[in-house]
Every structure is written in structure tokens, then in C-alpha cells.
């Protein structure tokens, strides 16, 4: 069955620093993957998907991810890290089969330190 | 576009009360998602129906859940009897055509069942 693992519960950075979030899947074919951020005491806002193509996706609020098959992982990343980025972010993947519905990860708190 | 509305935003019950969740999607989108987030369980897909079709309905727990979609502008999930395991927030969700499109999400209801 497929699923989603999202190793860190939580990642504090600082401001201006880095940032990559762990995503790894178990699917047999090739993947449709996202990445959904939800905001304290919101719903979620999709940053960005991949369905084929380049491999590396460009999403909004300056975050992009990698697919990468042989590590079966799409990472998040953002080059520098802003404190309106503090928020709890989901991967997901397609399901496949007749429903084709998203199966999301636990999730991955962000605190940004000043 | 008001985005997917949701009613109500909180809602305090008794175990055993009868419990209506409210949601008006986006005009256009066809595509209506039920999620229910916990600490323990995450963010889990309870429902979805494509034009007013209940698709997927493996996530309802159990018959105590019950969800309509009547028309395209309005959706329920119902839960009869409440019970305190029920406590989540409930995420409506909406889209054009399908789940791997983008979800747009409404800001939940939270339901605690004393």
C-alpha cells in the first residue's frame, strides 16, 4: 500500500538559514507528490506538486522539491528561511488505484528562531 | 471568491448529541473532501465526492458517520451518536476534478464531545 514518511516530528531554524524537510514514499509506479503547508489554526495551502517532468518543482513562497526515484524522496527546501514560514508542512501522495485520493504524512512542525 | 466555507468554526457537545457539520464549496469546483485531523491519528481523507458522487467513503469510521452532498453547493458530515473519541478538527476540502488537483481548504471545525 502506499504511504508517506515524514522521519522529523519537528525542526526549529533560524531566520535566514536553510531549510529541508524529509519526505520519503512507498509506491510502485511513478508518484504524483505534494506538499501542503497548514498554518496555526488553518486549513492547508498546497506549496507544490509533481506529477512527471523536471524534476525539480518550483512552488510559491520561494520553497521548491526534488523528486528523487532511487531515494524514493521529495524534500522541501528554501534557501533562506523567513519567521512567516513557521508552520506545520505535509507531504502527501497519490494513491492511485480507482479513487485515486491523497495520502498525507504526520506532518513536520517549523519554529524559526529570530 | 469567499473560498470553502465551513460552519460551525466550533462546536461543544455531549456524548450522544447528534452533531452537523456544515460546508459550502467553491463555486466550479467539483470535487468535495472530508478530512478529520488528530494528534494521534493525523490528517486522515474521510470522505470524497465527485459531482455530488460519493467516491471514496473507506475512511468513515463507522456507521455513526454519515455524510450528503445534495447539490453542488452544500455538503454535511453528520455524526450520530457523538461520541468523546470523535474530537478532531474536520477539514472540508474542495477541488477542480479530483484530488490530485489543488485542494483548497476551509478553516475547519473544531468538535470536542464531552
Known amino acids: 500500500a502506499q504511504s508517506v514518511t515524514q522521519p522529523d516530528i519537528h525542526i526549529t531554524v533560524s531566520e535566514g538559514a536553510s531549510l529541508e524537510l524529509r519526505c520519503n514514499y512507498s509506491?510502485?509506479?511513478?508518484?504524483?507528490l505534494f506538499w501542503y503547508v497548514q498554518s496555526p489554526g488553518q486549513g492547508l495551502q498546497l506549496l507544490l506538486k509533481?506529477?512527471?517532468?523536471?524534476?525539480l518543482v518550483q512552488g510559491i513562497k520561494g520553497f521548491e522539491a526534488e523528486f528523487k526515484r532511487s531515494q524514493s524522496s521529495f524534500n522541501l527546501r528554501k534557501p533562506s528561511v523567513h519567521w512567516s514560514d513557521a508552520a506545520e508542512y505535509f507531504c502527501?501522495?497519490?494513491?492511485?488505484?480507482?479513487?485515486?485520493?491523497?495520502?498525507f504524512g504526520t506532518g513536520t512542525l517549523l519554529a524559526v528562531q529570530p | 471568491d469567499a473560498g470553502v466555507i465551513q460552519s460551525p468554526r466550533h462546536e461543544v457537545t455531549e456524548m450522544g448529541q447528534e452533531v452537523t457539520l456544515r460546508c459550502k464549496p467553491i463555486?466550479?469546483?467539483?470535487?468535495l473532501f472530508w478530512y478529520r485531523q488528530t494528534m494521534m491519528r493525523g490528517l486522515e481523507l474521510l470522505i470524497y465526492?465527485?459531482?455530488?458522487?460519493?467516491?471514496?467513503d473507506s475512511g468513515m469510521p463507522e456507521d455513526r458517520f454519515s455524510a450528503k452532498m445534495p447539490n453542488a453547493s452544500f455538503s454535511t458530515l453528520k455524526i450520530q451518536p457523538s461520541e468523546p473519541r470523535d474530537s478532531a478538527v474536520y477539514f472540508c476540502a474542495t477541488s477542480r476534478d479530483g484530488p490530485y488537483n489543488e485542494q483548497f481548504f476551509g478553516p475547519g471545525t473544531r468538535l470536542t464531545v464531552l
Open positions: 509533481y506529477f512527471s517532468g523536471d524534476t
Open positions: 463555486s466550479g469546483h467539483n470535487s
Open positions: 465526492f465527485n459531482n455530488n458522487v460519493p467516491i471514496d
Open positions: 502527501a501522495v497519490g494513491a492511485g488505484g480507482a479513487t485515486n485520493k491523497l495520502i
Open positions: 509506491y510502485g509506479a511513478t508518484p504524483y
